[in-house]
């Protein structure tokens, strides 16, 4: 039965893991050099040809700046561009929701005379009789020309408020 490994040497085994890790990591970060010899070859390596000393390279940092020199005027002008174009997608933003909440209402303004043009419907099939009253309640019945008629107005409706 093979023996269980003990801590220690399991210590010892991550540590050298990470030695060997961190190490090559080191390598990866060191710089590439390019040259060309007598010949015009060009050649590539990670360390620098014996002939030639380290040159410090100082990094590039590019300016704006307005060539006549109005440099704050050119910042304002900027800034007020962008604060321009801010407000103008604010402004179309808000235009878009509010359209939106628009196009919402609308669609339930339909729904709702959609869904009573329906209502009238079934309400004339299901009752025989119908009538109008008058402000003074006297009920004025409609003969069968009048329902008929009546009726396909409420198909009409019915027609144009349901899709």
Known sequence: ??????????????????????GFST?????AYSW???SGRMHFSDTPPANQTKIDVKPLTIIESNPVG???????????R???????????????????????EQKKQKELRCLRAKNNVKHNARYNRIFHEAPDGERT??????????NKK????????CP
């Open 82 to 104: 962008q604060a321009d174009l801010l407000r103008d997608m604010q402004q179309a933003s808000k235009m878009r929701k509010e359209d939106k909440a628009k196009r919402i």
């Open 36 to 38: 060309k010899d007598e």
């Open 154 to 161: 409420l198909h009409d409706h019915v027609k144009k408020y």
């Open 1 to 22: 039965m093979p023996k269980p490994l003990s801590l220690s040497f399991k210590k010892h085994h991550i540590l050298f893991i990470a030695i060997l890790f961190f």
């Open 141 to 150: 019945y409609l003969d069968d020309e009048q329902r008929k008629s009546y």
């Open 70 to 80: 109005n440099t704050d005027q050119t910042v304002r002008r900027r800034k007020a």
């Open 27 to 31: 390598v990866g970060h060191s710089g």
